[in-house]
């Protein structure tokens, strides 16, 4: 565990920015200290290069990233893209998360770790900043040899004058570049001079990792720190009435003190097992939520019963996107045909367990450490929770050991109820969430459904297409959706697709749901394309079009999609449909599915076979064109991992509740991909020169309905619900 130092330590290297020995030469020597980075109106964010880079004795760089590292390889990319301007080796940077303030704000005036953001919305501002420090570089190397600045460049790491041969060390100009301004054009390199940018560098992060160094939250400790386990109350909105044998736990082995909490109950003690097993040992009487409680989920809630809700919902819907008029072209159609599709709630089920240390300090701040993806969000909340100005609350945001927008939520994290309880106790209190209270406390991915209609004309082509998507998205969830309008996270993946189908109505018809709901892997993608590229070869099969040449055709007008298509035909040796004969003897087909999430684009084909009434997945090929590959390798890796939480989606998550609870409150219950069904994956990274895509969430939408596909293929038993473990196939007569 990591002993985290004293109070003035910490402010020292987290607010006071000197990260190195006393007396160290660092370009950030100069810089004020924690009001710098309050909130302020003046400041551009990502302009004030102090606030990002030191630059050590050695030449070595620290930077403060505006995003959060959760193994997408963010640090990495971020260390590329500055290293580039600043003409230092990538490997030289050390890269930790940069605390609140208005220097960070770099998406737009906000700042998160999510929605495959990072880099595209950074690239330009990164860039800039890295060229800033360059040009600050070469004006304290030009002031110190007393020549022209045109007269030097620079090589990794170092100024250099050709006429004199002499070299300076960027840690020796360090001092000197900061007592200057920042320059507002200095000059970008070349791309045709790029070293580093869309090279596959090494992650910086892969030793640490390897050998058991990185530190994640749950390792975090500090002096006088007290541990705490929660017992959350089975429902939302019920509250802890009354305690039957209190006075039997409060005499445990380690026990500090038993609390009472919104919505659970918390014992504090020496040690975490401690806690967990005192707390998980109260006998609690909760009392239900009173009528018309906000949030409070219903005794009688079921899985069951709100599928049966979204099914029963009336359209049209509130329009998203309208092209031309699909109800008469379904009037005037050869053939009318439909379906409705649903997925079910999901879990993040990710390995890291939530953990929070909360600590109230002599000079009236409070610091809490708290992985998240949005660290001013979260200290306005833990402000707000402690009643302190945002100002008074230092956070420090770990290394994520996953996310997938599980770390967005402050009501599926336990650092609220580190401040309430380090307030009652007056120590530091760490709080660890079992697997029991996550999986309990999880923002879900939301059930859906949808309702598609489709008209072919008489060579069976579309004309027309009609889809209702019923229920409710993230983002209206927790950004608020107008009464008039769609939430842009519940028709994702449906509208605007690429396909030259010339009449379309897309819309979508809000159902509250009364789970906790929040962003997941991919979003509205994650299920969406799966309803959408899963219907489209249904119409593909009711037209007599094989369902990659009918895709082929319907990109005829949009070169982009259709060369990605083409590209992951020749990966996976020319497309074949099937069924067909392996070279095992086995009967296999293939699927194909396209996806246009987060700006990318993505064509998925997967090749499956049947294993005792299940679908076996052999192979997944995927071509994805993000743009421009700002690191190659990164892509192919985040791919592959999307690739593994797509199948796991597609083949056994599901989230089910009954009598208003969790019906699984462990990995025993609920069911995530297993090594031996993950089949191997063939990557191919294709730049377009469109503008920068996402990366992190792109390669799952499209292999849910690649697979299903295949397996409608090698069946003729169209899955229009997930997971397909709840189907029993049977191999085609």
């Known amino acids: 565990m990591k002993i985290l130092p004293e109070q003035g330590a910490i402010n020292l290297s987290r607010r006071g920015f000197l990260g190195t020995s006393v007396g160290a030469l660092v370009l950030a020597a100069g810089l004020p200290g924690a009001a710098a980075f309050a909130k302020d109106e003046a400041v551009k964010p990502g302009t004030r290069v102090p606030a990002f880079l030191e630059i050590r004795p050695d030449g070595s760089v620290l930077l403060r990233s505006p995003f959060v590292e959760g193994g997408q390889g963010i640090a990495t990319a971020m260390a590329q893209i500055v290293g580039e301007e600043l003409d230092v080796d990538p490997a030289l940077f050390t890269v930790e998360c940069a605390p609140p303030g208005s220097d960070y704000l770099v998406i737009n005036g906000l700042r ?201 919902a009336p359209g049209p819907g509130i329009a998203a996107e309208k ?181 379309r109505r897309i819309a979508h018809v809000p159902v509250q749901h009364p789970a906790v709901i929040g962003y997941w892997r991919s979003v509205g993608h994650s299920m969406n394309d799966f309803f959408y590229e899963s219907f489209l070869d249904e119409i593909a099969n009711a037209g007599g079009h094989d369902p990659f040449e009918l895709r082929l055709r319907l990109l005829a007008g949009k070169p982009r999609q259709k060369s990605l298509l083409e590209a992951v035909g020749a990966l996976s040796g020319g497309w074949k449909h099937g069924p067909f004969a392996a070279a095992d003897g086995s009967r296999r087909a293939r699927g194909v599915a396209m996806a246009s999430p987060f700006r990318s684009e993505v064509a998925t084909i997967a090749e499956v076979s049947l294993n005792g009434g299940t679908v076996a997945v052999h192979d997944v090929w995927v071509a994805i064109d993000p743009g421009r590959a700002i690191n190659p390798a990164i892509i192919e890796s985040q791919v592959k991992s999307a690739v593994a939480l797509g199948l796991s989606s597609a083949l056994l998550e599901e989230f089910v509740f009954g009598d208003g609870q969790p019906q699984a409150r462990n990995f025993d219950g609920y069911s995530i991909l297993p090594p031996q069904l993950m089949p191997r994956v063939h990557v191919k990274v294709i730049e377009s020169g469109a503008a920068l895509g996402g990366v992190g969430e792109p390669g799952l939408p499209s292999v849910p309905p690649a697979v299903a596909n295949a397996a409608a293929a090698l069946t003729g038993q169209r899955v229009r619900t997930l997971p397909l473990s709840k189907t029993q196939f049977r191999a085609a007569g």
């Not at 990794?156 to 920042?182: D, I, K």
């Not at 996953?402 to 939520?409: E, N």
């Open 112 to 312: 998160f770790t999510g929605g495959s953001l990072s880099v595209r919305s950074s690239y330009e501002i990164m860039r800039r900043l890295g060229a800033s420090a360059r040009q600050m570089l070469l004006q304290a190397a030009s002031a110190r040899l007393k020549v022209p600045v045109a007269s030097l460049s620079t090589v990794p790491g170092q100024v250099h004058h050709s006429a004199s041969n002499r070299t300076l060390g960027y840690g020796a100009l360090a001092a000197e570049a900061m007592a200057l301004p920042v320059p507002t054009d200095a000059p970008l390199r070349a791309e045709t001079d790029f070293r580093w940018i869309g090279k596959p560098v090494a992650r910086l992060d892969v030793r640490a990792k390897s050998t058991g160094k990185s530190v994640y939250a749950i390792d975090l400790a500090v002096d006088g720190m007290l541990q705490a386990a929660v017992q959350h109350a089975p429902r939302l909105g019920c509250q802890p009435e009354k305690l039957d044998n209190e006075a039997a736990v409060r005499s445990m082995p380690g026990v500090h003190s038993i609390h009472r909490l919104p919505g659970a109950v918390a014992v504090v003690a020496d040690r975490w097992w401690r806690a967990r097993r005192a707390v998980e040992s109260l006998q609690v009487r909760w009392s239900d939520a009173a009528p018309g409680t906000r949030d409070a989920m219903p005794a009688d809630f079921s899985s069951q019963s709100m599928l049966a809700k979204l099914a029963a």
């Open 323 to 503: 092209e031309g008029d699909s109800a008469a072209a379904l009037g005037a159609a050869s053939r009318v045909i439909e379906a409705t599709y649903d997925a079910p709630y999901l879990a993040h089920a990710q390995l890291e367990p939530p953990s929070a240390i909360a600590r109230f300090n002599a000079d009236g701040t409070l610091e809490v450490w708290v992985p998240n993806q949005a660290p001013d969000r979260f200290q306005r909340l833990a402000a707000d929770t402690a009643g302190l100005s945002p100002d008074k609350v230092i956070l420090h945001s770990p290394m994520l050991g996953g996310f997938f927008g599980r770390h967005l939520h402050a009501p599926a994290n336990p650092f609220v109820q580190a401040i309430l309880l380090s307030k009652s106790v007056g120590r530091p209190v760490k709080v660890i969430w079992s697997r029991e209270e996550e999986f309990l406390r999880d923002a879900l991915r939301p059930m859906g459904l949808v309702r598609f209609r489709a008209g072919l004309d008489a060579q069976g082509l579309p004309v027309a297409l009609e889809a209702e998507a019923v229920g409710e998205g993230p983002f209206g969830r927790w950004a608020g959706r107008k009464p008039d309008a769609a939430d842009s996270s519940a028709v994702e993946g449906i509208k605007e697709k690429s396909y030259a189908i010339p009449n």
